[in-house]
Nanobody, 130 residues
Framework: QVQLVESGGGSVQAGGSLRLSCAAS????????MGWFRQVSGKEREFIAA????????YYADSVKGRSTISRDNAKFTLYLQVNNLRPEETDVYYC???????????????????????WGQGTQVTVSS
């Protein structure tokens, strides 16, 4: 099994920045990619960004491209998401997730489809005030 624990959420004013972290434990060798999603109750989970664990190939949603950076620390098995210039409509619960499907070839991009991720964290609340 895999456990994912997010941290770094909180309240920020519009235009501000946050850096989220996701610590993975357990069978971390199962990870081929990890991603960040966000969701407001009653709405579909929205893809933000993802990164493949070995090759470091990244993929961003158009809504955050240019103002977000996803990264990982292989030694600590921790995933990060830096988001700048946050907007009030981005007030959500932010989740990290792990995709355990092998990548062929190794430099394939990660998926943005939430259904393909096997493990999820509990989420961290981000509130952006105007």
């Amino acid at each position: 099994q895999v456990q994912l624990v997010e941290s770094g959420g909180g309240s920020v004013q519009a235009g501000g920045s946050l850096r989220l972290s996701c610590a993975a434990s357990g069978r971390t060798s199962s990870a081929y990619a990890m991603g960040w999603f966000r969701q407001v109750s009653g709405k579909e989970r929205e893809f933000i960004a993802a990164i493949t664990w070995s090759a470091g190939v990244v993929y961003y949603a158009d809504s955050v491209k240019g103002r977000s950076t996803i990264s990982r620390d292989n030694a600590k098995f921790t995933l990060y998401l830096q988001v700048n210039n946050l907007r009030p409509e981005e007030t959500d619960v932010y989740y990290c997730a792990m995709d355990t499907r092998p990548l062929y070839p190794n430099n394939s991009p990660p998926t943005m489809r939430s259904q393909k991720y096997s493990y999820w964290g509990q989420g961290t609340q981000v509130t952006v005030s105007s």
